[in-house]
Antibody
Framework: EVQLVQSGAEVKKPGESLKISCKGSGYSFTTYWIGWVRQLPGKGLEWMGIIYPGDSDTRYSPSFQGQVTISADKSISTAYLQWTSLKASDTAMYYC??????????????WGRGTMVTVSS | EIVMTQSPATLSVSPGERATLSCRASQSVRSNLAWYQQKPGQAPRLLIYGASTRATGIPARFSGSGSGTEFTLTISSLQSEDFAVYYCQQYNDWPPITFGPGTKVDIK
């Protein structure tokens, strides 16, 4: 079964760092892009960026460039989303998702269950 | 950046009725458009890709149409499990991939 398993919920204070993960299984991890999507509480979906684990080619939405870092460790089939200094406005659900086609960026047919990040003093 | 808009923001429909949701792109995305369904507390689920192709396991009551800048998702006969928020997404021109703001389908 193809699946993306995300790390558990996090509660952090402003200014702290954080790295959340997304582990792929049931498919060739290095030949599919993996994207990250933010959903603020009660709001819509925002595409943050995407990485190709095969060569670590990474693209960001201009809205998130410089705010987060996307990375991947292909040896353990895991993608990451990290912050160096969290803000209260980073409180959201974060989903990883995989496009339907190998080597292409198209529709997301596989989604993780999401990681809730809460930033509060 | 391609801006996606959806209308209406909320659609109130009775079970068994037809629902028609619209999505518009600020410039042509050809047929590189997907529709997702999201229920409370759940991840989005892919319904339609390529503007009109149903994803695996999606019932035939869901259909998509359109190309270029105007797209439609139709649910032919709403079932109780279809009440949810629906998002369109373009993947023709990226980064960034962009989503519409969503249409909430609720019970009339």
């Amino acid at each position: 079964e193809v699946q993306l398993v995300q790390s558990g919920a996090e509660v952090k204070k402003p200014g702290e760092s954080l790295k959340i993960s997304c582990k792929g299984s049931g498919y060739s991890f290095t030949t599919y892009w993996i994207g990250w999507v933010r959903q603020l509480p009660g709001k819509g979906l925002e595409w943050m960026g995407i990485i190709y684990p095969g060569d670590s080619d990474t693209r960001y939405s201009p809205s998130f460039q410089g705010q987060v870092t996307i990375s991947a460790d292909k040896s353990i089939s895991t993608a990451y989303l990290q912050w160096t200094s969290l803000k209260a406005s980073d409180t959201a659900m974060y989903y990883c998702a995989r496009p339907g086609s190998s080597s292409l960026v198209d529709e997301f047919d596989i989604w993780g269950r999401g990681t809730m990040v809460t930033v509060s003093s | 950046e391609i801006v996606m808009t959806q209308s209406p923001a909320t659609l109130s429909v009775s079970p068994g009725e037809r629902a028609t949701l619209s999505c518009r792109a600020s410039q042509s995305v050809r047929s590189n458009l997907a529709w997702y369904q999201q229920k409370p507390g759940q991840a989005p689920r892919l319904l339609i890709y390529g503007a009109s192709t149903r994803a695996t396991g999606i019932p035939a009551r869901f259909s998509g149409s359109g190309s270029g800048t105007e797209f439609t998702l139709t649910i032919s006969s709403l079932q109780s499990e279809d009440f949810a928020v629906y998002y369109c997404q373009q993947y023709n021109d990226w980064p960034p991939i962009t989503f519409g703001p969503g249409t909430k389908v609720d019970i009339k």
